[in-house]
């Protein structure tokens, strides 16, 4: 099992681009989150979803879109991109409690 | 605003030498758990401690939790330099199914 993939490893976005991080896993999780991580701030959660076409807000929904049309998919969209989107951005899927991890995606917005 | 707040920041210590992480929250939760993230990777899931467990081993690992003073501490015993990581503990909020992580404490171990 490749677990869960995120693509692109790097971004680098102008300010009011729109761009698509993707996510993936083969492990047929139902659940599935998006994390953005910012120095000293840990991990805050997007949104998440609970299974396929089901998904909600997280404590900072603000600016990011979500869909869930497969249980393998969970893509994370910026509408608008702002320089206060510059993270990395770790999607993760959870079962039995536990979350398991992408290995990120570094996005700068300029 | 973050559920959980760890303590120390940042730790040095020796190889050899025990390594203990304390993490602080405040709401009632179902379980408590501790990541570890190595530079530039994703966090791995370490161990998961419930809200009716008091302590719970794994290999090298102990955790504690105190419900009573919202608080749970990781042990890392006989450290090695491969366990230098940024660890972040996690509660599950008996309010829902969402995972809130700390601020985390940067492990640094010298050889």
């Known amino acids: 099992n490749a677990g869960v993939t995120q693509t692109p490893k790097f971004q680098v976005l102008k300010t009011g681009q729109s761009m698509t991080l993707q996510c993936a896993q083969d492990?047929?999780?139902?659940?599935m989150s998006w994390y953005r991580q910012d120095p000293g701030m840990g991990l805050r959660l997007i949104h998440y979803?609970?299974?396929?076409?089901?998904?909600d807000q997280g404590e900072v929904p603000n600016g990011y879109n979500v869909s869930r049309s497969t249980t393998e998919d969970f893509p994370l969209r910026l509408l608008s991109a702002a320089p206060s989107q510059t993270s990395v951005y770790f999607c993760?899927?959870?079962?039995?409690?536990?979350?398991?991890f992408g290995s990120g995606t570094q996005l700068s917005v300029l | 605003s973050q559920q959980g707040e760890e303590d120390p920041q940042a730790l040095s210590i020796q190889e050899g030498e025990n390594a203990t992480m304390n993490c602080s929250y405040k709401t009632s939760i179902n379980n408590l758990q501790w990541y570890r993230q190595n530079s530039g990777r994703g966090l791995v899931h370490l161990i998961l401690?419930?809200?009716?467990?008091r302590e719970k081993h794994s290999g090298r690992l102990r955790v504690t939790l105190d419900t009573s003073k919202k608080s749970s501490s990781l042990l890392i015993t006989a450290s090695r330099a491969a366990d230098t990581a940024s660890y972040f503990c996690a509660t599950e909020e008996t309010s829902g199914s969402r995972l809130t992580f700390g601020e985390g404490t940067q492990l640094t171990v010298n050889p």
């Open positions: 401690i419930r809200s009716n467990e």
């Open positions: 492990m047929n999780h139902e659940y």
């Open positions: 979803s609970v299974g396929a076409g089901i998904t």
């Open positions: 993760a899927s959870r079962r039995d409690e536990k979350l398991f």
